[in-house]
């Protein structure tokens, strides 16, 4: 699931940046959507017969990979709470990422019109060649947020993205 996922999402991305691919725009599109609907259905049926799949269900990486999956389900928000929260016992047993809940959970915050927590999503500009955080509520606090969970501090996280 997670490399169907990330083929398709890297392939846009070799657009974007000018980059080739094997593929055109509207072929990577549909695979893209495609993948996205097949997968969601997999990860339903993955939470309805086991919940989450921590650390000692399918190892780090696994369980990694199934929140990457999880955070591409944007049009199904409903489906993503019910994973945050049953992701968050998961983190309280240390049996899941702190840092994969963050983003998850800023993600549904965002989707449902509120300010994100750790500031883990951004924009780029490509005008100014840098990314700033979406709205992020209690902006003061963020980093000691961020800590907790074992994200670094907002300005290190978003030079990332900076390309200047």
Not at 86 to 99: C, F
Not at 104 to 126: A, E, F, I, W
Not at 131 to 140: C, E, N, W
Not at 141 to 149: F, G, L, P, T
């Amino acid at each position: 699931m997670a490399i169907k996922d990330q083929k398709w999402r890297k392939e846009s991305e070799n657009i974007d940046n000018g980059k080739t691919s094997a593929y055109d725009k509207a072929t990577i599109d549909y695979n893209w959507r495609k993948t996205d609907s097949l997968n969601i259905i997999d990860a339903k049926s993955i939470i309805n017969k086991y919940g989450y799949p921590g650390y000692d269900l399918v190892g780090e990486s696994g369980s990694n990979r199934f929140w990457t999956i999880v955070q591409h389900c944007d049009d199904d928000v409903k489906f993503q709470q019910q994973v945050l929260l049953l992701m968050s016992k998961q983190v309280k047993l240390k049996n899941a990422s702190g840092k994969d809940f963050a983003y998850l959970q800023d993600r549904v915050l965002l989707s449902t019109n509120k300010k994100q927590l750790y500031g883990t999503q951004v924009r780029y500009n490509p005008t100014t060649k840098t990314a700033k955080p979406l709205p992020v509520q209690d902006s003061i606090n963020v980093d000691k947020r961020r800590k907790a969970v074992g994200l670094t501090p907002l300005n290190e996280y978003l030079k990332i993205f900076d390309r200047n």
